[in-house]
């Protein structure tokens, strides 16, 4: 499976290069779509930010798993949060 990770603060243009990468055979699952399927159930609770992990984890199984090439991915990442960079640690 083909994996582009596109990574940045919020309103960078991430999405927008993903929209331009798709015209290849990759799918586009930008962070938004998880994001804004549980907001209106679980506003922004520890509860929704478990599920958008699970989720996009799920996705990114089945995708590897299938016939297709591949995925683009954004994420936003705040470069000056202390949180963000533990996590990749």
Same mark, same amino acid.
């Given at each position: 499976?083909?994996?582009?990770?596109?990574?940045?603060?919020? @309103? =960078?243009? &991430? +999405?927008?290069?993903g929209k331009?990468?798709? &015209?290849?055979?990759? &799918?586009?699952?930008?962070?938004?779509?998880? +994001?804004?399927?549980?907001a209106p159930?679980f506003n922004?609770?520890?509860?929704?930010?478990?599920?958008?992990?699970?989720?996009?984890?799920? $996705?990114? &199984?089945? =995708?590897?798993?299938?016939?297709?090439?591949?995925? $683009?991915?954004?994420? =936003?990442? @705040?470069?000056?949060?202390?949180?963000?960079?533990?996590? =990749? @640690?």
């Amino acid at each position: 499976m083909k994996l582009v990770f596109l990574f940045g603060p919020q @309103a =960078v243009g &991430k +999405i927008q290069w993903g929209k331009n990468w798709r &015209k290849t055979e990759l &799918k586009l699952l930008h962070n938004h779509m998880t +994001i804004d399927l549980l907001a209106p159930f679980f506003n922004l609770n520890s509860e929704m930010w478990r599920l958008v992990d699970l989720f996009r984890k799920e $996705i990114f &199984k089945a =995708v590897a798993e299938s016939d297709l090439d591949g995925l $683009i991915f954004t994420y =936003v990442w @705040a470069f000056d949060l202390q949180k963000d960079w533990d996590s =990749v @640690a």
